[in-house]
Antibody
């Protein structure tokens, strides 16, 4: 069964860093694009970043460009989101999602909560 | 990156049909046939309903259908059921990545 499982969320102070992980099972990352999407409490969905199936292309939302870095480890079948210089407005539930081609999010995890507060 | 425009809420009675609109620009909705729709129940992860404007993934009911005209895409749900009460989000490809709509809350009366 195709599944993705996020981890790594928690409480962090403004200006701090956090690394989220997304473990994939039932499929291999090689050849499959992956995405991070976040949802602030009581708000809508916001796309954060995507990595192509080859891993050669990574795209970011303007709101996180320069602060967040998406990567993957094929040997661990895991995708990461390194988040630096965190702000209060980054507080959200972060979802990892498997793509079915490019930017079509066919399978979502349950999310990991990131809270940025002093 | 401005969000796509959706109505905040729509409602309908069981058995009826409703349509949710999603308006963008020629740089996203109007420029590509890469519009998707997602359903999200409270406390749950989103679920893909429609992609490439009007394609349903395997397992999604044929009561859900999508279309597009110009810069506006639409999701139609026919034969409304109580379980359809949820939030619905559209998304579209744009050259800088992906953009979502603000979401529409569907209430089944």
């Amino acid at each position: 069964e195709v599944q993705v499982l996020e981890s790594g969320g928690g409480l962090v102070q403004p200006g701090g860093s956090l690394r989220l992980s997304c473990a994939a099972s039932g499929f291999t990352l090689s050849g499959n694009a992956m995405n991070w999407v976040r949802q602030a409490p009581g708000k809508g969905l916001e796309w954060v970043a995507s990595i192509s199936g080859s891993g050669g292309s990574i795209y970011y939302a303007d709101s996180v460009e320069g602060r967040f870095t998406m990567s993957r480890d094929i040997s661990k079948n895991t995708v990461y989101l390194q988040m630096n210089s965190l702000r209060a407005e980054d507080t959200a539930l972060y979802y990892c999602a498997k793509d079915n081609s490019w930017l079509v999010l066919e399978r979502w995890g349950q999310g990991t909560l990131v809270t940025v507060s002093s | 990156q401005s969000a796509l425009t959706q109505p905040a809420s729509v409602s309908g009675s069981p058995g009826q049909s409703i349509t949710i609109s999603c308006t963008g620009t020629s740089s996203d909705v109007g420029g590509y046939n890469y519009v998707s729709w997602y359903q999200q129940h409270p406390g749950k992860a989103p679920k893909l309903l429609i992609y490439d404007v009007n394609t349903r993934p395997s397992g999604v009911s044929n009561r859900f259908s999508g279309s597009k005209s110009g810069n506006t895409a639409s999701l139609t749900i026919s034969g409304l059921q109580a379980e359809d009460e949820a939030d619905y989000y559209c998304s579209s490809y744009r050259t800088s990545g992906l953009v979502f709509g603000g979401g529409t809350k569907l209430t089944v009366l």
